[in-house]
């Protein structure tokens, strides 16, 4: 079992751009979370997904939209960056009926410069 | 809404020494509690939940209890490691209607033992 896989792992983007993450839950799940986690700080709620829909949300902006598919894995995506937006990306997955209990990837370090 | 608040950080302990992190939280309702560590360079790793009062959950040597009276879930362990150096993270489950949880964490407490 591959567990949560997310990728990229590092990546450096320019303020104003926009980009992607990916992620691949563990085999089994079908609920996909997202977090934000800045340098010293907890992780902080994006979304969640199940179904292919968005579920939950945080407070967060329109900036951050996301996307699940049929396979149940699952994209962020972050418009016109700014610096505030460098953190680790972490995502979970989970089956809905886990009672909170989550799976979580190794991150994907996001810098914006 | 639901939060968590955990002792500040650093921790720097000798190795074999006991271990406290205090955990509190303010909720709604009676969430599930975890505790999730995060060693450096690495994504989030479930160490322990407990889904009810008065609950002890348990792994590798730590424990922590659901206080319903205290809104505590404090983290012990009684002999620590240098490999236990890491970020513990204390969080709740947060359910909203539908049956959906999200995790709400703590600032989390840097360990760092040596020996």
């Known amino acids: 079992d591959a567990g949560v896989t997310q990728s990229p792992t590092h990546l450096i983007k320019t303020r104003g751009q926009q980009v992607t993450l990916r992620c691949s839950p563990k085999?089994?799940?079908?609920?996909v979370s997202w977090y934000q986690q800045a340098l010293g700080q907890g992780p902080q709620f994006i979304f969640q997904?199940?179904?292919?829909?968005?579920?939950q949300r945080g407070n967060f902006p329109d900036r951050f939209s996301g996307h699940q598919f049929p396979n149940y894995s699952s994209e962020l995506n972050v418009n016109a960056l700014l610096l505030g937006d460098s953190a680790l990306y972490l995502c979970?997955?989970?089956?809905?009926?886990?009672?909170?209990?989550?799976?979580f990837g190794q991150g994907t370090r996001l810098t914006v410069v | 809404g639901n939060s968590v608040t955990q002792m500040e950080g650093p921790v720097t302990l000798s190795e074999e020494a006991f271990l406290t992190i205090n955990c509190t939280y303010t909720?709604?309702?009676?969430?599930?509690l975890f505790w999730y560590v995060q060693y450096p360079g690495e994504g989030l790793q479930l160490l322990l939940k407990?889904?009810?009062?008065?609950d002890k959950g348990s792994n590798k040597g730590f424990e922590a209890t659901y206080r319903k009276e205290t809104t505590s879930f404090h983290l012990e362990k009684g002999s620590v490691q240098v490999s236990d150096s890491a970020v513990y993270f204390c969080?709740?489950?947060?359910?909203?209607?539908?049956?959906?949880?999200?995790?709400?964490f703590g600032a989390g407490t840097r360990l760092a033992v040596h020996p």
């Open positions: 407990a889904t009810k009062a008065d």
């Open positions: 979970a997955s989970s089956q809905l009926d886990m009672d909170g209990k989550a799976f």
């Open positions: 997904y199940y179904e292919e829909e968005e579920r």
């Open positions: 909720a709604t309702g009676y969430p599930s």
């Open positions: 969080a709740l489950s947060d359910q909203a209607s539908g049956g959906y949880n999200k995790l709400i």
């Open positions: 085999s089994g799940h079908d609920t």
